[in-house]
C-alpha cells in the first residue's frame, strides 16, 4: 500500500512558477512509475505528466511541454512537478499516482494503482 501527498499548490498569477511535490509513505516508490494528473473545474481529469518505472522516459500532455518538468528522488521517495510560465488554463487540481513496475500506457488513469488527494493550483490572468 503507497499513501501519496501532494503539496506546493497555491495561487499566482500568470508567468509565474509553482513546484509541486508528491511524498510517498508505505511502499519505495523505486518500484513505480510516476504521473501527474490534472481536473480542472467543469473539466475531466487530464494526463499531464509521468515518468517510467525505470526512470529513463519522462512524457508530457503537449500543452504543458517546454513549461513543466517532471523528476523524481527516490532516495527521497518524492516526485516533483516543476511548472513555469503558468497560465491560466493550468487552473486545476493537481494529483499524483503511482503505478506498480509500469512503462508504458503512464498518460492512461486506469493504469495506475494509488492516487493522492491532491492540491490546488489557481493562475490568475
Known amino acids: 500500500q503507497v499513501q501519496l501527498v501532494e503539496s506546493g499548490g497555491g495561487s499566482v498569477q500568470a508567468g509565474d512558477s509553482l513546484r509541486l511535490s508528491c511524498a510517498a509513505s508505505g511502499e519505495t516508490l523505486s518500484n513505480y512509475a510516476m504521473g501527474w494528473f490534472r481536473q480542472g473545474p467543469g473539466k475531466e481529469r487530464e494526463f499531464v505528466a509521468a515518468?517510467?518505472?525505470?526512470?529513463?522516459?519522462?512524457y508530457y500532455t503537449n500543452s504543458v511541454k517546454g513549461r513543466f518538468t517532471m523528476s523524481r528522488d527516490n532516495a527521497k521517495n518524492t516526485v516533483s512537478l516543476q511548472m513555469n510560465s503558468l497560465k491560466p488554463e493550468d487552473t486545476a487540481v493537481y494529483y499524483c499516482a503511482a503505478a506498480y513496475k509500469r512503462n508504458l500506457a503512464l498518460p492512461q488513469s486506469r493504469s495506475y494503482d494509488y492516487w493522492g488527494q491532491g492540491t490546488q493550483v489557481f493562475v490568475s490572468s
Open positions: 515518468i517510467t518505472w525505470s526512470g529513463s522516459n519522462t
